[in-house]
């Protein structure tokens, strides 16, 4: 019943809770079998000359990162990377393993130029991933028997789940760095988002506290995100109040249905619109404002509907500045 | 005078479950001054309301036309399952017969997987045309079928094909669903099973023409219904074109059950039970089946979702899950307490 866009957070979060249950089932197998890793010598004759290893970071594989799905390790710095997950891929390009990523799944879309495939991350193929060769699988959740199937190939696997806290979507491009020979530069990025994002959140002040907020994931039905959520946290920074959260039980694990009664009646001061684009939902601003019966919203009558990048919106990458920066912007605008 | 009767009691039934549903809503409008706005609305009355301008607008442009609509779209499946049992002879069948909801359910797919970027406008359009569609191919396969073999009266050859049609739309339909997005199949699940959260006005007045021209029809063919149930010969010996009547209802029905189908989803268990039950207060004809189908109809789906909207509120049911888990053990309760009034 959940308003589960591709990329959208209902998605995550079931996708979160479903990737954990089977990692666990995933672990007590490994256990009792025991690692009998088939060492497939990996060609890297592809890419051998496309992005020259620091002697750093060379230095520092093997290496070990925790990942959803457990300790990996990683023998030597991968240079043949496929990314199942659009967050990954971003993650991937923004710390500067973008030279070693051989391929995308169909979602990835950023940056331009990606080497985009028909790898699905949802329901991924083991075998068309292996075509591809690949020394290291990053994706965001583990279906499909994804990691028991590339583990038999003796191709590591990283599990990087939706996040529910900021700080956890730093320890994730850390961890991509890591595990890419990256290290350093993950932390500039890291280091970078938190400079910009505090920048922005000290740019807004504290005149707007208390401000009412609506985040709309779809219209048909209409889907909320509440405050407990990622999303309702980084809003959360600027101290907007959420009309999502009186109606949030614990079942539906912070993204509430409600009723456009309930929307239209908490009146709230600023829409944001993650269903804006075509294909998320083509609920643009115009759109919005012409909903019979919401006239009467503040944030309609003051033309405070924002409709967001949806991509960045429900991602939880290096672009988390920018969603931020447009918060920012719609704050500063509220009189 | 046990039919009018019966027709006076469903029409208060109507008026009163659409006055209810009027009155509650997850807005917690104060139910005095709702009823005091809305009488307001009647012509010569003038009443104060403490409603401020955002409570009406929740009142006349969310909750009324919802109200509205769903009475619309009820008393269309209502009375188009009440036509087919008449034309078909026969109790098990209802107004997603003959390739209707799987055409509909078709039609809706193809929109939101292949027609997304034009936004949701482009479904019920499409639901609408699938809906004709599914009927139409129905029929004609069916008729062509009966003319070949002659079989029978034609009307079991046309049910099957009927069945066939569905179950090859819904197939199509599977087929186009495995090679989408789940974004896409999320969208078709909740359309398939039926909301009317999103009612405007403007939906209520594309639907109306359709409505109005397949309620006349079909309300005028109740006595022909009653004469084609003692069978085609005697109809025919009566004066009657069987397979004419025949195709006038059907073309009625479905473009009763598109109409309600194109911005309401699918909606089950209406089109069946409702008729039942009208059988059971005004007994068998359908010169008072049809209209106490229709009013029946309304206000059962009026209730239906006012249940929907405010058992989870400020979340919602879907309307089609109401329908069945009230309808069923009302329908049962009926049948039982009504067995010794059938006539």
């Known amino acids: ?335 | 005078m046990r039919k009018l009767g019966a027709l006076g009691i469903a029409a208060i039934f109507l008026i009163a479950a659409m006055l209810v549903s009027a009155l509650v809503g997850a807005a917690d409008l104060n139910p005095l001054d709702t009823v005091a706005a809305l009488a307001d609305k009647i012509p010569f009355v003038h009443l104060p309301s403490g409603l401020s301008p955002l409570d009406r607008a929740v009142l006349f442009q969310i909750r009324l036309p919802r109200v509205v609509l769903c009475a619309l779209v009820g008393g269309l499946l209502a009375m188009s399952g009440a036509g087919y049992q008449g034309v078909f002879r026969n109790p098990l069948v209802d107004s997603g017969l003959l390739g209707a909801s799987a055409g509909a359910g078709l039609g809706a797919t193809l929109a939101i997987v292949y027609f997304g970027a034009v936004g949701p406008g482009a479904i019920p359009p499409a639901a609408f045309l699938g809906s004709l569609g599914g009927v139409a191919v129905a029929y004609l396969t069916g008729a062509a079928a009966s003319r070949r073999t002659g079989f029978g009266d034609g009307v079991a050859t046309l049910l099957l094909a009927g069945i066939a049609v569905g179950f090859f739309f819904t197939a199509v339909q599977t087929l186009v669903l495995q090679r989408s997005a789940e974004q896409d199949v999320q969208t078709v699940y909740n359309w398939l099973l039926g909301s009317l959260s999103g009612a405007t006005w403007q939906q209520v007045v594309s639907i109306l023409p359709y409505a109005a021209v397949s309620i006349v029809v079909v309300l005028l063919h109740g006595r022909h219904l009653d004469v084609l149930a003692v069978g085609d010969e005697e109809a025919r010996a009566l004066g009657m074109r069987p397979a004419t009547v025949r195709l006038i209802v059907v073309a009625a029905c479905a473009l009763a059950t598109a109409s309600a189908v194109a911005f309401s989803g699918l909606i089950g268990f209406v089109g069946i039970i409702v008729p039942h039950v009208a059988r059971r207060l005004g007994g068998p004809g359908y010169r008072s089946v049809l209209p106490l189908s229709l009013l029946g109809g309304a206000g059962f789906l009026v209730l239906a979702d006012t249940l929907a909207r405010t058992v989870l509120s400020p979340a919602e049911l879907p309307i089609g899950v109401v329908t069945a888990v009230v309808g069923a053990p009302a329908f049962v309760w009926i049948l039982r307490s009504t067995q010794g009034a059938r006539t």
């Open chain 1, 1 to 335: 019943m959940k308003p589960s866009s591709r990329s959208g957070p209902g998605a995550r979060a079931a996708a979160a809770l479903a990737a954990a249950a089977v990692t666990a089932v995933a672990l007590a197998g490994c256990g009792s079998s025991g690692s009998s890793s088939t060492s497939t010598s990996t060609s890297t004759s592809a890419s051998a000359g496309s992005a020259a290893p620091s002697a750093s970071a060379a230095a520092a594989f093997p290496v070990t990162v925790t990942a959803a799905n457990g300790a990996v390790t990683i023998k030597s710095r991968p240079a043949r990377i496929v990314s199942l997950d659009p967050t990954s891929t971003e993650d991937l390009y923004a710390i500067g393993a973008g030279p070693q990523v051989v391929a995308v799944d169909q979602d990835s879309n950023y940056p331009a130029g990606v080497p985009k495939t028909g790898l699905s991350g949802l329901t991924p193929n083991i075998e068309a991933i292996a075509k591809y060769n690949p020394s290291l699988v990053v994706a965001s959740q583990n279906s499909g028997g994804l990691v028991s199937g590339m583990t038999k190939l003796g191709i590591p696997v990283l599990i990087e789940p939706a996040v529910a806290t900021l700080d956890a979507a730093y320890a994730q491009i850390q961890q991509v760095g890591e595990a890419t020979g990256h290290a350093a530069q993950a932390a500039t990025v890291v280091t970078s988002m938190k400079q910009q994002i505090a920048a922005d959140v000290a740019k807004a002040g504290t005149a707007h506290k208390g401000a009412t907020y609506y985040w709309e994931l779809s219209a048909s039905p209409y889907y909320s995100a509440a405050s407990s959520t990622f999303i309702g946290q980084v809003v959360g920074l600027f101290g907007l109040k959420n009309i999502a959260d009186a109606a949030s039980k614990p079942a539906d694990g912070g993204y509430p249905q409600l009723s456009q009664e309930y929307i239209v009646t908490a009146k709230p001061q600023i829409i944001f619109l993650a269903d804006n684009e075509p294909a998320d939902g083509a609920q643009s601003p115009a759109v919005v404002a012409k909903r019979p019966g919401w006239s009467g919203i503040p944030a309609v009558q003051n033309h405070e509907i924002i409709g967001l990048n949806d991509d960045i919106a429900s991602r939880w990458g290096p672009r988390l500045p920018q969603l931020v920066a447009e918060i920012a912007a719609a704050i500063e605008q509220l009189h």
